[in-house]
């Protein structure tokens, strides 16, 4: 039996006739083959929802992503193109399955500048395959004008399949 048992570099191929345990992070981009690359079942996938609207801002409830294996939410802000002014409000929330993900829902008002991004504070971080996603948007316009061009972002790592 051949046996290494120092850090070694091999110039050809190594078949391995079982699984080898290698170290944390010792294969990345350049060691995998262009020709032979991953198969989609066998990575995870980073992903940044978006949704938005044009012009001023309107109550909404829109579904933005369906999950297609379990996942983890790491983030969701909101922001707006132009700034409530007064005491107009815009509510921002995320809900999966009808529930909300956040401990409140986000909120962009005259205090909120344009293209200013709010984050919110999740209450779960954890979704299921199949979860269904949705953003609600309420608006308050009070005695003043809604800010316009609502956006919201979610960043969520799905499992492999």
Known sequence: MFRVDE??????????????????????????????????????HLLRVTESQS???????????VCGSAATVL??????VTACSGNASISVDVRRNGTSILT??????????????????????????DSVLTIVVTVAPGTGALGTGVF????L?????
């Open 104 to 129: 409140t829902p986000i909120v962009l008002d005259s205090s909120v500048a344009a293209y200013t991004l709010v984050e919110g504070t999740l209450s779960t971080t954890s979704l299921a395959a």
């Open 7 to 44: 850090p070694a570099r091999f110039g050809g191929s190594v078949l391995f006739t079982v699984r080898p345990n290698l170290p944390a992070a010792s294969i990345g981009d350049s060691e995998i083959d262009a020709t032979r690359p991953l198969s989609v079942n066998k990575v995870k």
């Open 152 to 155: 919201a972002t979610i960043e």
């Open 157 to 161: 790592v799905e499992e492999s399949a």
């Open 55 to 65: 012009g001023t801002a309107a109550a909404q409830t829109k579904v933005i992503h």
């Open 75 to 80: 983030r969701v802000a909101a922001g707006s």
